[in-house]
């Protein structure tokens, strides 16, 4: 069986030949290129990933074009910079392939030398209370790699282009019914300063999109 695995990618040339090359047998790499300038998308290519262009900035919106380019029947979404290695992806996918959840996402367990800022994980776990409580859903970390069946992702309508995105997609599954859960996998060090909680104005952006989701005003651009 295949897979499909979206990378929404930014100026990521350092992280990809370790991210592309650590894919597992089945699992095929959309790089879905969202204005890098630097040698990004030529190095997915010449890697074997399907390189995807979306000139809308946004992680959603990055996110959203390799679902659309994506043709099999379960999709993975995971970040390009290194921080989850790709050998893992079958802990994400394993419960959707065999009928058991209909989204499941990654819960990040710190490894020696992860960076995670200290807001950006009392964020994330404050964020993923919220979500517990007013969905019953037993999440705990609403980390970056994910899977989910295609068909049923297209179908919940997201429409969140920026940081909001995988937190739309969360409260939309939970509100169709959707059994969602929860794998334990690695958050190691990424290559590289992240685009969100690496910076002051990329944490309130990340913050505001989030915000919007919950009160039901997603950004579609």
Known sequence: ???DVVLPCLDEEAALPWVLERMPDG???IVVDNGSTDGSARIA???GATVVTEPRRGFGAACHAGLTAATTDVVCFMDADASLNPEQLPRVTGPVVA??????LGRRVLRPGASWPVHARLGN???ARRLRRRTG???HDLGPMRAGGRAG???LGLVDRRCGYPLEMVLRAAATGWRIGEADVDYLPRAG???VTGTVRGTLRAIGDMRRVMAGRERRA
């Not at 009928?99 to 499941?104: K, M, N, R, S, W």
């Open 1 to 3: 069986m295949r897979i």
């Open 45 to 47: 290519a010449e890697l």
């Open 125 to 127: 776990a404050l964020l």
């Open 99 to 104: 009928g058991e959840a209909d989204l499941v």
């Open 153 to 155: 992702l297209l179908a």
């Open 27 to 29: 699992f095929h790499p």
């Open 137 to 139: 859903v037993p999440l």
């Open 193 to 195: 300063r992240s685009k």
